[in-house]
């Protein structure tokens, strides 16, 4: 394999992992054994078990951020129904990563882990940006705003994930909140 193509074997692999037990309970010899490759090269790409986490951390926060796709060019309603299936669909499929770290709240202790959540975060803070320009501007307040919508539906996805809740009712109060927060509670915070 070409090393990109290495490195991210290694992620993909160690994503399985991690999603049987917690990543302070997987160490690199059980990511270069699950990965077929020799414990030598996943330090070679990675300096110990906390940076595999990381790179599937940011991984999973691409994954998040790419797939929600649905943009300006479709009805307001529509977009956010069609984002929030795909941000629900990511948090199922990459469900111990959430629960480990993207579910948890923004000062996560470990300050490396804590940088690649910021990271996440704000990335896909600048994809509902992004995807919604034609109600929203990209401001403090508006940033800010959207940061708390996150956090509450991190929140109540974890409920989910944890089976106090259903798929249904959680992706029914994601959508009908960001709704509101788009098209009503942002514009009056930014004219006030």
């Not at 077929?36 to 986490?53: C, E, M, P």
């Not at 790179?55 to 929030?84: C, H, K, M, W």
């Amino acid at each position: 394999m070409a090393p990109e193509e290495r490195r991210r074997h290694i992620i993909e692999t160690a994503r399985g992992l991690f999603a049987e037990r917690p990543y302070t309970e997987v160490s690199t010899q059980d990511v270069a054994d699950a990965a077929g490759v020799a414990r030598s090269l996943v330090h070679h790409y990675f300096h110990g078990i906390k940076d595999v986490f990381v790179a599937v951390l940011v991984s999973s926060g691409s994954a998040l951020a790419d797939q929600r796709t649905a943009g300006v060019e479709t009805p307001f309603a529509e977009r956010i129904a069609y984002n929030v299936d795909a941000l629900l669909d990511v948090a199922e499929e990459h469900r111990e990563t959430w629960m480990a770290v993207l579910g948890q709240p923004a000062g996560h202790g470990d300050p490396d882990i804590r940088a690649a959540l910021d990271a996440v975060r704000e990335r896909s803070v600048d994809r509902m940006l992004e995807a919604n320009a034609d109600l929203i501007s990209d401001t403090p307040r508006t940033r800010l705003l959207l940061r708390g919508f996150q956090e509450y539906s991190g929140l109540i996805i974890r409920s989910w994930l944890v089976g106090e809740s259903s798929r249904e009712t959680v992706q029914f109060a994601i959508v009908r909140t960001a709704i509101a927060l788009i098209r009503d509670v942002i514009p009056a915070v930014e004219a006030a």
